[in-house]
């Protein structure tokens, strides 16, 4: 195994017939999928999605992969393919076609057009598009690309193979082996079986269940979990899952078909996607059982089932306001049934209780992966992972799509199938992985951070701002005024202390006001007189008495003002 040594310096150049892999997003994390490929001077672009933030980024809307390592050879880009519609893989393209607004995209039917939705948004038009599909080669020298179908949680996802002189590779993109799909459209395994047979000199696989042992159920088996629970309701069902989940709304739309309910859809995304998903065939709605999500007034309770986004617990999508009872056009009533057909990400269990609750204390029965079988994962377990590595034979694997422990224990399933120790390659954000003579290595490493969107600015939050929004967040403020005679350094006026998220009552600081005065004397005894020493000599002070006192670290801002 190659351990990723932290004195890796910047690689050598690339030779003639190498290919280089650099990964500038997705690997020790899930989301922000994004990895370039370099070849005879050119580059080609696999996935480039966003990754959403956690409790302690705060304000962060987006987090991009840095296109820093890339930015001065935006020109070289030949394409960027794209392996499926999820927002870690698309997510990120709008920032990148603002940089070069020309790069050719490549994917899948579903996948363009739901990359397209993005793009009008952000009012780029300039991108050639290269719909693909399975089975399909294209060129895009000197990279020659061929697709093979791969089963997901979002219809039409591909696995991309890429030959050059370096070789042959494979990107699964995100992949799992239901074997009884609802679109009967399977992990095209005689397809991987065959390239194994011409020879994959790099495997790079999905890592996200790797350390999941087993199989991951088929989807189908929800089915008649949510016809239990659509016989059992008298009143109104609520449905909340991905946007982007079309076999999962198909499910609810067939379970409410099959028990007379008419469906609406609640939030833009939602209501957005699905009309694609109908529009380009994926998803089967029977005539007149979508009503408008503005007149469900006009039905009965059970008359209706309402398929909603926002089951991560995101604040301002619409199950979160249905639970906190703020939303424009729904209510719980007592009796209503909520169901949570979605996975719980990591970081989202506090949001995600938080919205349970509410719709519990409104009366609502809820059901949720935790109390019932209404969600199955997107990604391969271990398993099949096994079954990939026996049916492919690579002579060489790097695990991407996970956290640390992910890909440690996909490269761990690797080497079980026989892989080399020193050829299943576990890169970080920014390694240079360099297949060369039939051998990849990690041979340097290039600067690679998190770019963080908020609002409309890219890039323009720094880590150092972030730490200050979490301890403004989590541990309060406190400003400390004083005035000083400029020519002796005595105190004219103040201290005046004001707090935020602190104390509720500002009184707790008079304690702290002689402690003040007596440093301020100390230090101007000593010589201090300058406005910025002062300033800390007020910032240590009040730092010890408050950590000491309420074991706290707000953050303190001094101001020193000279009379
Ligand atoms: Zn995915
Ligand atoms: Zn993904």
């Known amino acids: 195994m190659s351990h990723p040594h932290p004195e890796l310096g910047a690689p050598p150049e690339l030779p003639t017939d190498g290919l280089r892999v650099i990964a500038l997003g997705g690997l020790g994390e899930i989301g922000r999928n994004m990895t370039v490929f370099e070849h005879a001077g050119k580059l080609l672009v696999v996935d480039c999605g966003v990754l959403f933030p956690e409790d302690h980024q705060p304000g962060v809307d987006l987090i991009l992969p840095d296109f820093a390592p890339i930015r001065d050879r935006l020109d070289d880009i030949v394409a960027i393919v794209l392996t499926h519609g999820h927002e870690d893989h698309i997510g990120g393209v709008p920032y990148l076609l603002r940089e070069r607004g020309n790069i050719p995209l490549v994917g899948s039917k579903l996948t363009l057009a739901l990359v397209d939705s993005k793009l009008r948004e952000h009012r780029l038009k300039d991108a050639p598009k290269y719909v693909v599909a399975e089975d399909e080669t294209l060129s895009m020298e000197p990279f020659d690309l061929e697709f093979v179908a791969v089963n997901h949680s979002i219809p039409d996802a591909l696995a991309v193979a890429i030959r ?15 074997q009884l799909p609802l679109d009967g459209r399977i992990t095209d395994l005689r397809a991987f079986a065959r390239l194994g047979e011409e020879g994959v000199d790099l495997f790079l696989t999905d890592s996200t269940n790797a350390d999941v042992p087993g199989f991951t159920t088929t989807e189908r088996d929800i089915s008649p979990v949510l016809d239990r629970v659509f016989a059992q309701s008298q009143q109104r069902i609520i449905t909340a899952c991905f946007a982007s989940h ?4 198909q499910q609810i739309l067939d379970a409410a078909v099959k028990h007379g309910r008419k469906v609406a859809y609640i939030g833009r995304s939602m209501i957005r996607n699905m009309q694609i998903a109908r529009d380009l ?56 049934t909520v169901v949570l057909a979605s996975s719980l990400i990591p970081g989202n269990e506090n949001a995600v209780y938080r919205v349970i609750d509410g719709l519990i204390r409104l009366g609502a029965r809820v059901v949720h992966k935790g109390n019932a079988l209404v969600h199955v994962s997107g990604h391969a377990s271990a398993g099949e992972l096994l079954y990939c590595y026996n049916i492919v034979k690579p002579s060489n694997v790097m695990p991407v799509h996970g956290e640390m422990r992910h890909l440690h224990a996909n ?15 576990i890169a970080e954000d920014g390694f240079v992985v360099d297949l060369v003579d039939g051998r990849a290595k990690v041979t340097g490493k290039v600067d690679c951070g998190y770019v963080y969107v908020d609002g409309s600015s890219v890039g323009d939050i ?41 104390a509720e009552d500002d009184s707790v600081f008079q304690a702290i006001v002689p402690q003040i005065e007596q440093a301020l004397a100390n ?41």
Not at 311 to 330: C, T
């Open 246 to 249: 079309v076999h999962r709304v």
């Open 281 to 336: 065939g994926y998803l089967h709605v029977p005539d007149g059982v979508i009503v408008d999500g503005r007149k469900i007034s006009d039905y009965r309770p059970e008359e209706l089932v309402l398929v909603s986004t926002g089951s991560q617990g995101e604040p301002m999508a619409a199950l979160s306001r249905i639970a906190a009872n703020s939303h424009d056009s729904v209510r719980i009533e007592p009796g209503d």
């Open 164 to 178: 050059t002189a370096a070789g042959l590779v494979i990107h699964t993109g995100d992949f799992k082996m239901d």
């Open 411 to 425: 490269a761990a399933l690797a080497r079980a199938t026989g892989v080399e120790a020193d050829r299943v390659v």
């Open 523 to 563: 230090a101007v005894a000593d010589g201090a007189y300058d406005a910025h020493q002062l300033q800390q000599v007020i910032r240590r002070t009040v730092g010890r008495w408050v950590s000491g006192a309420h074991r706290r670290r707000p953050m303190i801002v001094p101001i020193v003002l000279e009379a």
């Open 462 to 502: 720094t880590e150092s701002e972030l730490k200050d929004r979490r301890i403004l967040g989590e541990e309060g403020f406190i400003s400390v005024i004083v005035v000083i005679d400029s020519s002796t350094g005595k105190l004219v006026s103040g201290p005046e202390i004001q707090a935020r998220g602190f």
